[in-house]
């Protein structure tokens, strides 16, 4: 069984500065992968980022990175230079090919400010 | 290529009644994944297809069936529609396809379902 807990509900960040939203998970199979998925408001949802979880380097796509801690089971994404259109929910999601379903995380809701 | 597709955009039903939700998959991509989104809350794996054969279920009651037709078309049923089944029902297709969690899911836009 796989949970997926996103503690923040609500974040908001001035637009140009940095903001990292936060995610824990559990998992009892060695061999999983993360995500992070954007559902702006009225439209469709898309991936931002993923981590293979053998894999130390954490991963980075342009603005958004993530800090990997397998240990503490953390899963947290920075969003560099925020932009108006970074405003959407984010949801963080693991996955393994046990099942072959993601389990989705209750998202967190960012605001960007101009 | 074309991305997923989801109709109809809205529904709404009765307490009691049946929902028919349809997704069609990335073109000649053969699995179809159907997830809840209740408000407030994240999503929840409903259900997976691939091949014209269910592959997995969630958490969720026998009267949330489906199934996949031979051009990997997909039905989702809702019978016996109870209020705390609205919500948005989400259909995904694999990228590139394959039953592999590391793909990239590909989201269609989604059934809002109200049961009123």
């Known amino acids: 069984a796989q949970t997926v807990t996103q503690s923040q509900p609500e974040m908001s960040v001035q637009e140009a500065e940095t903001v990292t939203l936060s995610c824990t998970y559990d998992t009892s199979e060695s061999d999983y992968y993360l995500f992070w998925y954007k559902q702006p408001p009225s439209r469709q949802m898309i991936l931002v980022i993923r981590?293979?979880?053998?894999?130390?380097q954490n991963a980075t796509e342009n603005r958004f990175s993530v800090n990997f801690q397998k240990a503490a089971k953390s899963f947290s994404l920075k969003i560099s230079d925020s932009q108006l259109g970074d405003a959407a929910m984010y949801f963080c999601?693991?996955?393994?090919?046990?099942?072959?379903?993601?389990?989705f995380g209750g998202g967190t809701r960012l605001m960007v400010k101009p | 290529e074309a991305g997923v597709t989801q109709s109809p955009t809205h529904l709404i039903k009765t307490r009691g009644q049946q929902a028919t939700l349809r997704c069609s998959p990335i073109?000649?991509?053969?699995?179809v994944y159907w997830y809840q989104q209740a408000l407030g809350l994240g999503l929840q794996f409903l259900l997976w297809y691939d091949e014209g054969e269910e592959r997995n279920r969630g958490n969720f009651p026998p009267r949330f069936s489906g199934r996949q037709f031979p051009n990997y078309s997909s039905e989702l049923n809702v019978n016996a529609l109870e209020l705390e089944d609205s919500a948005l029902y989400l259909c995904?297709?694999?990228?590139?396809?394959?039953?592999?969690?590391?793909?990239?899911?590909?989201f269609g836009p989604g059934t809002r379902l109200t049961v009123l």
């Open positions: 999601a693991c996955g393994n090919n046990a099942g072959n379903m993601l389990t």
């Open positions: 995904a297709s694999p990228n590139p396809p394959g039953p592999f969690s590391y793909n990239e899911q590909f």
């Open positions: 073109s000649g991509h053969t699995s």
């Open positions: 981590q293979e979880a053998y894999k130390q």
